[in-house]
């Protein structure tokens, strides 16, 4: 029956090393409930996962599973007990169809075989159920961020699963996609399924959580229930520290001239007679549900994507840009909104990663890497950014989402922008993180910088923004100003309410 406690993790410990990731960590779950599980980059949610899930083997404590005690030693083994786990950073293949995906290791066979209509019929069920009209036969490359997030969820719920632990399922969806996850979990909740669920958006954890449990560096911060918990709180319990203030205010001019201009930029299916105007010093936020064309003229600025008509100036000159060695050469950077895959190297080292575009400045004569420029460059932003790595020389796969995302700042404004183009720049970070990267654009506006802000997020679009453009069906339909503005009012230009 609902509440009855099917799982139960004590007193669990893990060490790497001489670093202890987990020091007495303790999670209750409830069969038929939500609980969320919140805390910063680094807090350990994700080896606790990993420990529940059969990744990692615990240094101590015990976990009881519907009253009996169990250590799995593996995923498969933890799946075969009914836990299945929905990564925030995707583990589909590529070049498999959507039906292959889900059922990957569990076709349905005949004889010898691959029942492939059976299997395409079964994921066809599947996607039904999260409202996904796509043929299972389509291959997973072919689809965008939010698509694969919403197969990776099709994937748990084909397993039958008791346990199904979400890491940030929300990150890459769209808000009617959101809403259909939700309508899942709560059907879930229906049924008797227990979900544990990893979120930084505290709006979206205090609407589905029945329990919080709080981490922080490691340890057990403490449980709540929904009804006594407020974003405030939350917020103290996870970092140790009130922030009343994470947007930065603020505390400069923004400057009279207009660094970029965009005049009738039109391409067809993607977006529409767009004009856009950016002052020196400003951050322009741009809003708009998935498929609204925000990232496709993101792209078309940046010289990925080719305008049918329009034109573009920069300071004031009409200039041509056709592809991104025109953009960076006009002063314009572009971080994407998919770091992992298209921002990052993600099996090099954060020096590597860094001096990536900039490899030319640190070439000789007869084109050999200076080194020890190349340290100095990385060392430097390393140290201006914050990142916090072993060293310059470790491997990004190895950090955090937040620094990551550094990272990814740190590589291009070694180009010394004048306009840069943010596409979601702290979607799956922690708050504390978040803080950092609005310090950074405040700090770069101030310098001078212009900013092209593309955001789900509400608050982040209301408080960072000097001015925001609202984009709908491939077109802007309306500027608002964030201090005459709501939510409510934001949302209804994107939907289409007004």
């Not at 001019?253 to 201009?261: A, V, Y």
């Not at 990551?404 to 993180?433: F, H, M, N, S, Y």
Request: net charge positive.
């Amino acid at each position: 029956m609902s509440g009855e406690v099917v799982l139960e993790m004590n007193n669990i410990k893990k060490v790497f090393g001489k670093v202890v990731a987990l020091s007495g960590v303790n999670l209750k779950v409830k069969k038929g409930q939500v609980h969320t599980l919140l805390g910063e980059n680094g807090a350990g949610k994700s080896t606790l996962m990993k420990i529940l899930s059969g990744v990692h083997q615990p240094d101590g404590g015990e976990i009881i599973l519907k009253g009996e005690r169990v250590r799995f030693q593996s995923p498969m083994d933890a799946q075969s007990r009914g836990i299945s786990i929905i990564y925030q950073e995707l583990s589909l293949c590529q070049n498999l169809s959507i039906a292959e995906n889900i059922f990957a290791n569990r076709e349905p066979v005949k004889g010898l075989f691959i029942n492939d209509r059976e299997m395409n019929r079964a994921a066809r069920d599947i996607l039904d159920q999260i409202e996904m009209d796509i043929s299972p036969t389509t291959l997973v490359k072919e689809l965008s961020i939010s698509q694969k997030q919403m197969v990776e969820i099709a994937k748990a719920l084909s397993m039958n699963s008791e346990i199904i632990i979400m890491d940030e399922p929300t990150s890459a969806l769209s808000s009617r996609e959101t809403e259909v996850l939700f309508r899942i979990i709560e059907k879930l909740k229906e049924t008797g399924v227990a979900i544990i669920y990893i979120s930084h958006r505290m709006d979206e954890l205090l609407r589905i959580s029945d329990e919080i449990t709080v981490m922080r560096d490691g340890n057990y911060i403490g449980t709540v229930k929904k009804s006594e918990a407020d974003i405030n709180s939350l917020i103290r319990m996870m970092v140790g520290r009130e922030l009343k203030d994470i947007y930065p205010k603020r505390d400069y001019e923004i400057g009279s001239e207009t660094l970029l201009e965009v005049e009738g930029y039109t391409k067809k299916g993607l977006f529409d007679d767009i004009h856009l105007k950016l002052r020196r010093g400003e951050i322009l936020g741009i809003f708009g549900l998935v498929g609204a064309g925000r990232t496709d003229v993101a792209k078309a600025i940046f010289g990925i994507t080719t305008p049918d008509a329009g034109t573009i100036k920069v300071k004031g000159n009409q200039v041509k840009i056709t592809k991104p060695q025109d953009a960076i050469k006009h002063k314009i950077a572009f971080i994407t909104e998919n770091r992992r895959e298209q921002g990052l190297v993600i099996t090099d080292t954060v020096k590597r990663n860094i001096s990536m575009v900039s490899i030319d400045t640190l070439l000789s004569k007869i084109g050999l890497l200076n080194e020890k420029t190349e340290n100095a460059m990385a060392e430097k932003a390393v140290s201006k950014l914050n990142i916090k790595t072993s060293s310059i020389h470790q491997t990004v796969n190895n950090l955090s989402g937040g620094n990551q995302q550094k990272i990814v700042l740190a590589k291009w404004l070694e180009t010394k922008p004048d306009i840069l183009i943010l596409d979601e720049p702290t979607r799956g970070i922690d708050v504390g993180a978040k803080r950092e990267i609005y310090n950074i654009m405040r700090k770069l506006a101030s310098e001078g910088v212009g900013i092209i802000m593309i955001s789900s997020e509400l608050p982040e679009v209301l408080f960072m923004s000097d001015r925001i453009l609202i984009m709908r069906d491939k077109k802007i339909v309306k500027e608002l100003q964030p201090s005459k503005t709501s939510q409510d009012e934001v949302m209804l230009y994107a939907t289409g309410g007004r």
